[in-house]
């Protein structure tokens, strides 16, 4: 069984910044690959930003320059750090992660979090 599980959401208000953190726990050898997605009010969800390996990093325009991305491998953790926020960077956020199965190390498997809640203030 795997458990992801992210943190760090809260209010802030506009202008602030705040880390978000992803732990992925249980069974699994490490993460391949890793994206934040967030669900701002009234929209779909949409992907914000994704990690594959240990550089390779894709931005959505609307945070390029703002957000930033990273992993600690050792933790089997990804973070988000979020600068500059602004009003319409409120919603939920959630991670997604591709975890290699420990005892089958060619399989890998998808994971989503329960989400975490960002406002930001105007």
């Known amino acids: 069984q795997v458990h992801v599980v992210e943190s760090g959401g809260g209010l802030v208000q506009q202008g602030g910044s705040l880390r978000l953190s992803c732990a992925a726990s249980?069974?699994?050898?490490?993460?391949?690959?890793a994206a934040w997605h967030r669900q701002t009010p009234g929209k779909a969800r949409e992907p914000v930003a994704n990690i594959i390996g240990n550089e390779g990093t894709v931005y959505a325009d609307f945070v390029k320059g703002r957000f930033t991305i990273s992993r600690d491998n050792a933790k089997n953790t990804v973070y988000l750090q979020m600068n500059s926020l602004k009003p319409e960077d409120t919603g939920v956020y959630y991670c997604?992660?591709?975890?290699?199965?420990?005892?089958?190390?060619?399989?890998?498997?998808?994971?989503w979090g329960q989400g975490t809640q960002v406002t930001v203030s105007s």
């Open positions: 997604n992660v591709d975890v290699f199965d420990p005892i089958a190390p060619w399989r890998v498997d998808n994971y």
């Open positions: 249980g069974n699994i050898f490490s993460i391949r690959a």
